[in-house]
């Protein structure tokens, strides 16, 4: 193994979306999230590239755009020529090992156990959903009776619909309606459903908040455990969407409260502060090989965030997958296009809520372009779609996957 290589603890807050934390001006408290962030860098304007999760996480642990690593639920992680993070981490002398708490990064739906000496999805096909505190007691377990190196990925699920803190009345105790954040009360409002009266929008709000306050306790042990000479990097794979027309959901929306994603990163060497560049998940990667001191001849997309770097024009989410929605931004300016190619302009420095469109700035349009010929450069790596499908995902998993609204499409054409 590299001599001066770091263990690496890498947490995904699955649908915590940065503009609810507290850490980013919002009303989700999150101190052990802060904490870790007085000691390390705290990355304001970091993006992800696809709002669904199997496919988001396929490009944070690949280093690539989905339509290079080219995976979808179901088709089991088959199709990417290149290595993922745990691959990298496992041929420099890591033991690996992922602890998942939700349904869809469950192995045979996903493919992500590619690298992972141990992928701990234990029960999440029959539950859905493990507790937090259960997946970081499983890691903590993992992790110390390691005696080199080592890299625990942690997947965190209680965020994600619905929204059921253990203490409800807590966290907006004045409410009086009826609806609370599951189902049985937001059947017909979800996703582009109708609109809830104002106030009762604001309690379902304050229940998806209440969640990450909690699971912000369950991070005090994780971090504990990493200690100051490890790699230690939060994010997420989306947010959540409470407005523009579409509700407690995320994979049909590309405006801010689903794109914009917490980065948190501690680390030997890395001198603590503030970034306010713009980042992408695709950029995680080759930061925390660098910080952790591995090579590796991956195709990477992204930048290494621990060195400075002018901002740049970033083409934020790859419009491979249906419904093709694609957005571009650079310092000020956003785009949404459209499938039939329309496109919305916003002005994010008078209008942050992304409420007026305006239209779209030119260097955006050119940004838009240039995507093309970037993921075209890296066609030698892209996935090399089989005749049949991959390893597959069985019925009763489709259909569980599919109720949580992760529709399961079948495997992509060749290309
Ligand atoms: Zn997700």
Sequence with gaps: MPSGAHSIVWVSLDTVSAPHLALYGGRADTPNLAALAAGGRLYTRAYTHFVETAISHWTMLSGVLPEVHGNVPGNGGSLYQGPTAAEIARSNGYATGAFI??????????????GFDVYDDEGVRERETRPAAEVV???????QAQSGPAFAFVHLFDAHFPYTPADPRRYDPDYTG?????????????DAGTPLPARDLEHVRALYEAEITELDVTLAPLFAMAGAD????????????????YFFNHRASLHDETLHVPLVVRAPGLA?????????????????LRLAGLGTTAPLMGKDLSEPGADVIYALTDPWMAPQLFAVRSTGAKGIWAPDGSATG????????????VAIAAQLAAAKQRYRST??????????APAGPGRGVDPETAAQLNALGYTVPPPPAPR
């Design 101 to 114: 708490g939700g349904i869809t990064l469950e192995k045979g739906a996903s493919g992500l156990d590619r």
């Design 137 to 143: 007691a499983r890691a903590r377990t993992w992790w």
């Design 178 to 190: 009826t609806f609370d954040g599951t189902d049985r009360t937001l059947h017909g409002h979800r």
């Design 230 to 245: 490890t790699v230690v990097v939060v994010t997420a794979d989306h947010g959540e969407s409470f407005g523009h027309g």
């Design 272 to 288: 603590s502060g503030r970034d306010d560049r713009y980042a992408g998940l695709i950029d995680v990667l080759p930061t925390v």
């Design 346 to 357: 916003y002005d994010l420095v008078a209008d942050p809520a992304e409420l007026a469109p």
């Design 375 to 384: 993921v075209d450069a890296l066609a030698p790596h892209m996935a090399a």
